[in-house]
């Protein structure tokens, strides 16, 4: 067995030697693909490969190395591929390159002629602007633009400073990032300062604040959680406070600017530590339906309720009255550390159902109560409202024009709208 397994060693070492040596990879082939204005034979250049080079276990790191450090490309990315299946030593190298915006400029060559010189476009070339209008009876017109940049964390991520003036003077700037994976599918981060009267104490409301947020998004359902931090002078108050906060939204409408047979729904909860050493915890319950009737027309309900686990300062307080909450009352007509609302509305659509505008009339009832910590709700006035409304729609905008009677208050106009995104 010995002599045999000797023998069956020399003879594999023999046949070892005469076997030819298997060659290296090579460059065979170069390609060059994607977005871009530059010529294939300058990237090429820029990777600093050339056909017949050998192909490392790094070749394809150190060529994307190189396209990358030219700051030339936005995106780079390389690929091996085989270019011969007789032959698995040729190798072809895929270049995939995206220049991103870029614009053509034309410079004098030596000799008088034309040069194309490609440039990569400022960053302000980049921006999206989104205006801001929207105006409401007891605050004022307010009007704005939004900047954004997209793509500043990588994919599905956005850059936005708002900037209004008006009934609302604020300026923010606030980053968000979406995910299609994972347990957060949307986190913001941000910071805004923000001025307007209140309209019930006629002050000033001044504040600063920053914060971050998560949301996670299941079909219809959203749950989200914010972490804050602000500043508030109101008057002669000031105050600094940290907030937590957790909130879930039901949302089964498929067109928000015109409901119909959907219900949109809103439960949060947020706790207040001030540097005072004082807490308060607030909750803020708002729940809609939209019924559909006959033809175009829509019964819609609400229901609202903001409140407190105790006294909340006067820069805190819900107000009720006015277009957002008992129309026939001027804005901010109540005040208290809780406020309970309802609403029934029936919109009737006047114009044809293929228009892109909507026009529509409707008849509604408000009724509402403010009352402070400690009292009790069967010992409030309810307040109501009946009246009616012309009110427009068109795709990101809402208008709508109200003139309702409050019971011991007279007849008053309230006014509401603007443009949502």
Same mark, same amino acid.
């Given at each position: 067995m010995t002599a045999l397994a000797l023998a069956a060693s020399l003879t594999f070492a023999l046949f070892a030697q005469a076997a030819p040596a298997q060659p290296g990879e090579v460059v065979a082939e170069i390609r060059v693909h994607g977005n871009h204005l530059t010529p294939d034979t300058e990237i090429i250049a820029l990777a600093g490969i050339a056909i017949g080079a050998p192909v490392t276990a790094d070749t394809v790191m150190q060529v994307r190395k190189k396209l990358r450090a030219s700051g030339k490309f936005e995106d780079v990315d390389v690929l091996k591929r085989f270019a011969s299946i007789a032959d698995p030593s040729k190798i072809a190298l895929i270049i995939v390159v995206n220049e991103g915006a870029v614009r053509v400029d034309f410079e004098e060559g030596p000799d008088g002629e034309d040069i194309a010189v490609i440039k990569r476009r400022s960053v302000f070339s980049k921006l999206m602007y989104l205006p801001i209008l929207n105006a409401e009876d007891g605050y004022g017109l307010t009007y704005g633009v939004t900047s954004s940049i997209a793509n500043v964390l990588g994919d599905r991520s956005r850059l936005s400073v708002p900037l209004s003036w008006g009934g609302t003077r604020r300026a923010g700037v606030e980053i968000e990032k979406n995910f299609v994976s994972g347990p957060i599918t949307r986190v913001e981060i941000g910071a805004a300062i923000q001025r307007r009267t209140n309209p019930a104490f006629d002050e000033e409301d001044d504040r600063g604040r920053v914060w971050v947020r998560g949301e996670r998004a299941f079909d219809s359902i959203r749950v989200g959680s914010t972490l804050g931090w602000q500043t508030v002078t109101f /008057?002669?108050?000031?105050?600094?406070?940290?907030?937590?906060?957790?909130?879930?939204?039901?949302?089964?409408?498929?067109?928000?600017?015109? =409901?119909?047979? $959907?219900?949109?729904?809103? $439960?949060?909860?947020?706790?207040?530590?001030?540097?005072?050493?004082?807490?308060?915890?607030?909750?803020?319950?708002?729940?809609?339906?939209?019924? /559909?009737?006959?033809?175009? &027309?829509?019964?819609? *309900?609400?229901?609202?309720?903001?409140?407190?686990?105790?006294?909340?300062?006067?820069?805190?307080?819900?107000?009720?009255?006015?277009?957002?909450?008992?129309?026939?009352?001027?804005?901010?007509?109540?005040?208290?550390? !809780?406020? #309970?609302?309802?609403? $029934?509305?029936?919109?009737?659509? !006047?114009?044809? =159902? !293929?228009?892109?505008?909507? #026009?529509?009339?409707? *008849?509604?009832?408000?009724?509402? *109560? $403010?009352?402070?910590?400690?009292?009790?709700?069967?010992?409030? *006035?309810?307040?109501?409202?009946?009246?009616?409304?012309?009110?427009?729609?068109?795709?990101?905008?809402?208008? &709508?024009?109200?003139?309702?009677?409050?019971?011991?208050?007279?007849?008053?106009?309230?006014?509401?709208?603007?443009?949502?995104?």
């Open positions: /008057g002669p108050i000031s105050s600094e406070m940290t907030t937590v906060g957790a909130d879930v939204t039901l949302d089964t409408r498929l067109d928000p600017a015109y =409901p119909r047979n $959907a219900v949109f729904a809103t $439960a949060a909860w947020e706790r207040m530590s001030f540097t005072s050493g004082a807490s308060l915890q607030r909750t803020n319950l708002d729940g809609r339906g939209y019924l /559909g009737l006959l033809g175009q &027309s829509v019964l819609a *309900v609400r229901v609202l309720r903001q409140g407190a686990n105790g006294p909340q300062p006067a820069y805190l307080k819900p107000l009720l009255g006015g277009w957002s909450s008992l129309r026939g009352f001027e804005t901010g007509a109540f005040v208290g550390d !809780i406020v #309970l609302a309802g609403s $029934a509305e029936l919109l009737v659509p !006047i114009s044809s =159902p !293929i228009s892109v505008a909507r #026009l529509g009339l409707s *008849v509604f009832v408000d009724t509402g *109560v $403010a009352y402070d910590f400690g009292q009790r709700l069967r010992e409030q *006035v309810n307040q109501i409202g009946i009246g009616g409304s012309v009110w427009m729609t068109a795709t990101v905008f809402r208008v &709508s024009l109200s003139v309702a009677h409050g019971r011991g208050a007279g007849t008053r106009v309230n006014f509401g709208g603007g443009l949502t995104f």
